[in-house]
Nanobody
Framework: QVQLVESGGGLAQPGGSLRLSCLAS????SNWAMRWYRQAPGKERE????????????NYANSVKYRFIISRDNGKNTLHLQMNSLKPEDTAMYYC?????????WGQGTQVTVSS
């Protein structure tokens, strides 16, 4: 079955960096676009970044553009999110997501907290 397992969250200071990873299994990872979402307490889930199956095209929410980088390693079935210049408003649970044959798959999430 499809599994998405995130890791790499934690506590970071404002201006700091974190790198999230999502290990995928149960499907042909290299054939599918992948996304990162986030959800802060009391707020709706927000799309953060999208990457095509081969990594040729990437798109970002305006709130993270030029600070975050989405990437993937199809040989290792892994999706990454490099987060730089972190701000307190980046504090949220971050989720890996895939839509495969019209089914939605989510990871369990990894918490990112940005605070001094």
């Amino acid at each position: 079955q499809v599994q998405l397992v995130e890791s790499g969250g934690g506590l970071a200071q404002p201006g700091g960096s974190l790198r999230l990873s999502c290990l995928a299994s149960g499907f042909d990872f290299s054939n599918w676009a992948m996304r990162w979402y986030r959800q802060a307490p009391g707020k709706e889930r927000e799309l953060v970044a999208v990457i095509t199956s081969g990594g040729e095209s990437r798109n970002y929410a305006n709130s993270v553009k030029y600070r975050f980088i989405i990437s993937r390693d199809n040989g290792k079935n892994t999706l990454h999110l490099q987060m730089n210049s972190l701000k307190p408003e980046d504090t949220a649970m971050y989720y890996c997501y895939a839509r495969i044959y019209n089914y939605d798959y989510w990871g369990q999430g990894t918490q990112v907290t940005v605070s001094s």
